[in-house]
């Protein structure tokens, strides 16, 4: 079968074959994280809770979003000078890196995670807020092919954070309102449970 490009592609094993430039190397990607562990964590777990683990996240989320910063779409003062000088290969050799390490076990805070724990596999359907179950998974592993990314073992202050910034407006993915819509419709005190939860998921 010929195969001209990545529109040929009718099957993702198939789209692999035809493209191997997009596939990152996870090997290459090590010797390119150095400077990221310095806030990420030399195994991809950080020790500031703002900053985000990526061990254990998904290679195309992650290459995602380094492009977003790269472009200015996600906007964060530390992080946007990292991606900035970054090709499209560094991205998925970083991603492919950072995938393969371990999330290191973090616990969920047993004040307020039973709340967070309803919330996140039932939704509330009265108000229009869906189960976070079905694209994030019930151990919070996410969806690598959909880029809904991992939410398990992540420090709850950078996951409460980010629903904060979704809900108001500060993060936005172009073409991509899904969590916005969501985060915009959950009171301050759900953020705080559900990210309490997904911090002891695995
Ligand atoms: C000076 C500290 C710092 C360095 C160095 C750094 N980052 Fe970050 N990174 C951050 C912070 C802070 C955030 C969270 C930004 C936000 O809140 O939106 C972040 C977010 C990210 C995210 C998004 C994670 C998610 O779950 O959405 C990825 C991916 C990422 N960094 C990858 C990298 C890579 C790869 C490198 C090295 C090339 C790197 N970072 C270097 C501080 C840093
Ligand atoms: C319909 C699918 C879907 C549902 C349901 C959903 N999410 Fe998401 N979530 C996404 C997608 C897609 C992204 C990536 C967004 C982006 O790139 O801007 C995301 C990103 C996130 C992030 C950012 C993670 C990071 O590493 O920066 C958090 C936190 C999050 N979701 C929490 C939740 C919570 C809590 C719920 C339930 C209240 C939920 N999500 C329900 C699809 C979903």
Known sequence: MKMTGALSCSALMLCAFAAPAFAGDAAAGAAKSAVCGACHGASGN????????????HEGYIAAQ?????????????????????????????????????????????????????????????????????CHGPQGKGNGPAKYPALRAQHAVYTYNQLKAFAEGRRRTPDNDIMQVIASKLTDEEMRAVSSYTQGLR
Not at 46 to 57: F, H, R, V
Not at 102 to 107: Q, S, T, V
Request: include cysteine; charged fraction near 20%.
């Open 66 to 134: 380094l492009a977003l910063f790269k472009r200015g779409a996600r906007d964060n003062a530390l992080m946007m000078p990292n991606a900035s000088a970054l090709t499209d290969q560094d991205m998925m050799d970083l991603g492919a890196h950072f995938a393969g390490q371990a999330p290191a076990g973090l616990e969920a805070d047993p004040s307020n995670y039973k709340a967070g724990e309803r919330l996140y596999r039932g939704g509330d359907a009265d108000r229009g807020v869906p189960a976070c179950i079905a």
């Open 46 to 57: 950080s020790s500031n809770p703002e900053w985000p683990n990526l061990a254990g996240q």
